[in-house]
């Protein structure tokens, strides 16, 4: 079992920028394998949408929407991951959501909410 705890989010004007971070923790007498962290979105009405993916070996990607304005990076030794938006738009308003895969199971965080004023 792994526990997301994620901070960052908040209220910005257009062009600013925000930090989210996540870290994820291991139940009481569990060991944790984490191979994919993300980052996920969903705005009012909309469906959930990937934002950002790390995988073990470093590898990142990104959709055209956010490429270029979005870094995901991620701490092994500390099991965290960071989304540093730059660039935002009121388009990027949503709850965001950090995402690991462990074991070859799914976790998501409780979500943050992310909201970009024009």
């Known amino acids: 079992q792994v526990q997301l705890v994620e901070s960052g989010g908040g209220l910005v004007q257009a062009g600013g920028s925000l930090r989210l971070s996540c870290a994820a923790s291991a139940a009481s007498g569990s060991i944790m394998s984490i191979t994919t962290m993300a980052w996920y979105r969903q705005a009012p009405g909309k469906q959930r949408e990937l934002v950002a993916t790390t995988r073990v070996g470093g590898n990142t990607n990104y959709p055209d929407f956010v490429k270029g304005r979005f870094t995901i990076s991620r701490d092994n030794a500390k099991n965290t991951v960071i989304l540093q938006m730059n660039s935002l738009k009121p388009e990027d308003t949503a709850v965001y959501y950090c995402?690991?895969?462990?074991?070859?199971?799914?976790?998501w965080g409780q979500g943050t909410q992310v909201t970009v004023s024009s």
């Open positions: 995402y690991v895969r462990s074991w070859g199971n799914d976790y």
